[in-house]
Structure formats: C-alpha cells, structure tokens
C-alpha cells in the first residue's frame, strides 16, 4: 500500500483580490491547499496556526510591503518557504529577499509552466514530495542514507565499493536523481543488504 500524500499548504498574500483568485484557482487545481490573504498584516497570526510549506508574497503592498512582511515571518518561522513576486522588481529589494532566505524572487505577471517550476524546484528541496513516484525516491534515499550511516560509511567509501560516483550518490540519497536497478544492485551488495531492503516502508 503506498503511503498517503500529505497535502501542501500554502499562503498567497496579496492586495489584488484578482490576482488572489486566479492563484488559489490555479494551485488548487494542481492539488494545492490554499489560503489568501488580502490584508499582509494577518499574515504573521495566520502563520502561527497554520502550519503551511510555502508563503507566496508580494513585493507592493499597503500596510506593510513584502520584506517587512518576510522579516516579520522569519521570526516566527525560519524554515518555511517563500516565494516573493513583483510586478516593480529591483536589485535592493532581491537582495532583501535573499538575505531573507526567500526561496525565490518572480517578476510579474510570470509565465504559468515558470510559476510551477518555481514550485516543483521549492517541493523538492524542501522535500516535500508531490507524486508517489517521488515518494518512492525519497524512501529509497532516505533508507540508503540511514543504512549507510549504520555502517559508519562516508559517501567516498561507498564510491569506492559500488564504483558510483559521489555526486550520483549523494543525488540518490537526496532524492534528486533516480537510481536505476544496475545502481540499487551495487549499492544494496556494498550495504550487505537485498535491492528490496532499500524501499524501506514504501
């Protein structure tokens, strides 16, 4: 039985009621929990209850514009995801945003195939997988890794046993590439284990 997808939350702020619509309409669509907010003061209180993956801000607000709203997010939660957007970009307030850890600065209005990138790119590094395909990698990785380190072994060393390079190594442990079966084989041989032991719960 494959594992249940966790659903992945997300907090669209924006003055633009429209703008509001037409993104929750589009991320739903594409299997998404939304929640918008109008009003960037309400942002901090509502990242306090609920336990979203990814804020998707903008840059020109009344009240409060987007970096004021980001620092604000960054002391209540320094490892959610966010993603600033413009329709005014400018060097200034890009390097705010990345000094801010935002994840990425779009400029408006963007390209839809772009905006999901955009996400797919901040799903993966967050490891927050999407499809039971990329489920499967990331159980595959993480088991690798664990059983790796239960063996006290260094990516270099497996390298050596498995004649893999580190970086495809590292990769795979990542969930960032997939291994193919002639690698799961010499990776399995070198962790004394079965191809089958590496699925773990999956």
């Not at 929750?24 to 979203?52: H, M, S």
């Not at 690798?144 to 893999?164: S, V």
């Not at 590292?170 to 699925?199: C, H, N, P, V």
């Amino acid at each position: 039985m494959q594992p249940e997808l966790p659903p992945v939350k997300i907090l669209i702020v924006d003055d633009d009621k429209a703008i509001l619509e037409y993104m929750q309409t589009l991320l739903e669509k594409d299997g998404f929990t939304v929640k918008t907010l109008l009003d960037p003061l309400l942002a901090e209180e509502e990242l306090k209850v609920g336990g979203y993956h990814l804020v998707i801000l903008d840059l020109m607000m009344p009240k409060m514009d987007g970096i004021e709203t980001l620092k604000k997010i960054r002391r209540i939660d320094s490892d959610v995801a966010v993603v600033i957007y413009t329709g005014y970009p400018n060097v200034e307030s890009a390097i705010a945003a990345m000094k801010l850890e935002a994840v990425d600065y779009l400029k408006k209005p963007f390209n839809v195939d772009e905006f999901r990138e955009v996400l797919d790119r901040v799903m993966r590094k967050k490891g927050l997988a999407r499809t039971p395909e990329e489920q499967l990698h990331r159980a595959i990785g993480d088991t690798i890794r664990q059983m790796r380190k239960e063996k006290d072994l260094t990516l270099k060393q497996m390298a050596r046993r498995t004649g893999l390079s580190v970086s495809l190594l590292s990769q795979i442990e990542r969930a960032e590439s997939s291994a193919s079966i002639s690698s799961l084989y010499k990776i399995a041989i070198a962790l004394e284990a079965r191809i089958r032991d590496l699925f773990g719960e999956f």
